[in-house]
């Protein structure tokens, strides 16, 4: 049973209003594409969303067979929204017939020789991420996917499976009912997504997160020339990369962001009469008052300063026309134009990624709620499974794939106050520095004696253990740390509560088949409420104490019944 919980997401979700974009405003654009039927493959449920979304912003994701779990998270959290206008494009064909099965609207391109990703049959059954010349392949394929939709028509959120949607972004993004704060970027051809940790990077003088790496797994490509050929270059430098053989390392992010830095990006002065005459256009009355805001109060709007191809025809189409191929006939006539694009990014604590979101926390303390969260940043994810994925939004409550008898079936053991005494935390700080690793090291071997002795007990009694929420001492990254944080974070406050797999990991608990809830478990809604109150508490003699008494004064308790086991922390086992 993989039906998820409604509930799931709500905490996060804002009073949202679907305003879509007009048809008539969105053609009225001056540089928008010249639309060509959509050459795709569709199943009848995404022939119905796209024949009622066409005036409307597209939700678009990728998947493969090796996500499908990812993919019924996605799917949950966009239709908890609300939102009905998404496809899931499919890059191999278990994926196509999975969707097909699921009723979800699916599309994937037509049967076609060259560089298709599923055409070698790979894909189906890991991970493909770990598969750097599949990837990369696969990305090709993703920028013919989503190049389609655009030529088409759509204005296109695209998004990772790995993102859960938590509240509706649509007006934010409509030029004319965005906050002032976006005002400009929702103007953007291209808008993009950051891994970025470094707040003040994501400001003026930051330059608005242009001069850090963008992240693919969230972007907006609106119905233009611009966005168009912004696609077609990254498409393009991909296909050259697998031609000349040189996959290694690479993905289809790292391309991406060559194709677009390289065309030099200028930021737009906010006086200046084309985005005056932008803001006008698309119903804003405020525009002057915009222009003349505090700098770091509105998102700038950049502009490529070097012109990119605009072709009408998709670059497959087109290249097999030139050979005369068989869908020569299918090409359109080409009027190739340059164009230069704009672009704008969405901010870190409201497009948040898997640091800003699970480790920083920007959302709470900047007060702005998070309309999604990508989980990045993360570790333990295997060419089998993503597990450090999966148990980031389980930890937070966003993984909606669980069955029900996750949350219902068996005996848990919970562990009562803190993991850590404050003469344990005096004692390692008298020893170590506040930035010194070392400190982390002696805070958090108490934290392990006792899930050490959790997990014993656990195994004892028969029961799964519910994991405690876990402090840090220092973040976790794969290089150097500077403080004991990322080098480019200067915000995180020392110690901090941490994501599971900052302290595990998590494929060894997989591999050893270890019985354990995350800390959240007992207040997910999918848990029965009965469980949380059904308790009986265990004390655990120390070695040579005689059994009985008194909870709480060094007993052992035998359990004779059902729900939750509590276990002071203090009575860890000899």
Not at 457 to 473: G, K, N, Q, S, Y
Request: glycine share 6%; with cysteine.
């Amino acid at each position: 049973d993989r039906s998820p919980s409604r509930g799931l997401g709500d905490v996060y979700k804002r009073q949202s209003v679907d305003r879509p974009v007009p048809r008539a405003r969105a053609a009225a654009r001056a540089n928008a594409v010249e639309t060509l039927p959509l050459e795709l493959a569709l199943n009848d449920a995404a022939r119905r969303v796209l024949g009622a979304a066409r005036d409307r912003m597209l939700f678009l994701t990728f998947g493969s067979g090796s996500m499908t779990d990812f993919m019924h998270n996605w799917m949950h959290h966009v239709q908890r929204l609300g939102v009905d206008n998404y496809v899931l494009a499919a890059l191999d064909e278990r994926t196509y017939a999975f969707c097909e099965s699921a009723g979800y609207p699916t599309a994937r391109l037509p049967a076609r020789d060259g560089e298709r990703a599923q055409a070698a049959g790979k894909g189906d059954a890991s991970y493909y991420r770990m598969d750097h010349e599949l990837f990369l392949r696969m990305g090709v394929e993703k920028a013919d996917l989503l190049g389609a939709f655009v030529r088409a028509g759509y204005d296109v959120l695209l998004s990772d499976l790995d993102v859960a949607w938590l509240d509706d972004p649509r007006g934010y993004l409509d030029p004319a009912t965005a906050p002032d704060r976006s005002a400009l970027m929702a103007l953007a051809d291209v808008v993009t997504a950051s891994d970025a940790v470094d707040v003040a990077s994501d400001s003026e003088a930051g330059g608005w997160l242009t001069r850090q790496e963008i992240n693919t797994g969230v972007l907006l490509f609106r119905a233009t020339k611009g966005a168009v050929a912004v696609i077609d270059e990254w498409r393009l430098r991909m296909s050259s990369a697998i031609k000349a053989r040189q996959w290694t390392l690479q993905n289809d992010q790292l391309f991406f962001n060559h194709a677009v830095k390289a065309q030099g990006l200028v930021q737009l002065p906010r006086d200046s009469a084309p985005l005056l005459d932008a803001l006008a256009a698309a119903g804003r009355s405020n525009a002057r008052e915009l222009a003349a805001a505090r700098a770091d109060a509105i998102r700038g709007l950049y502009q490529s300063s070097k012109a990119l191809r605009y072709s009408r025809s998709p670059p497959h189409l087109a290249a097999r026309a030139a050979a005369g191929g068989a869908a020569a006939s299918a090409a359109p006539a080409d009027a190739e134009t340059r164009v230069r694009f704009t672009l704008g990014t969405f901010s870190i604590a409201e497009f948040a990624n898997g640091h800003t979101f699970f480790v920083q926390r920007l959302h709470e303390l900047s007060g702005l709620r998070p309309f999604m969260v990508h989980t990045t940043h993360q570790f333990a994810d295997t060419s089998a499974y993503a597990l450090g994925k999966r148990q980031r939004l389980r930890e937070h409550m966003l993984w909606a794939v669980d069955p029900p008898g996750y949350f219902s079936d068996g005996d848990y053991l919970q562990i009562v106050g803190p993991l850590f005494t404050a003469d344990d935390i005096a004692h390692a700080e008298r020893r170590f520095g506040a930035h010194d690793p070392r400190r982390h090291i002696a805070a958090d071997a108490r934290q392990r004696e006792v899930l050490r002795d959790a997990l014993a007990l656990a195994r004892a009694t028969a029961r799964t253990l519910i994991m405690p929420e876990l402090t840090c001492w220092c973040d976790r990254f794969w290089n150097t740390l500077r403080a004991c944080r990322y080098p480019t974070d200067r915000t995180l406050a020392l110690p901090f509560s941490c994501p599971m797999d900052h302290l595990f990991f998590l494929d060894k608990w997989d591999k050893a088949r270890l019985p354990f809830r995350e800390s959240s478990f007992l207040r997910n809604p999918r848990t029965p409420a009965h469980l949380a109150r059904s308790v009986v508490e265990l004390s655990v003699a120390r070695a040579g104490a005689s059994a009985g008494g008194a909870p709480g004064a060094g007993a052992r308790w035998v359990w004779n019944g059902t729900g939750a086991l509590a276990m002071p922390p203090s009575a860890c086992l000899a």
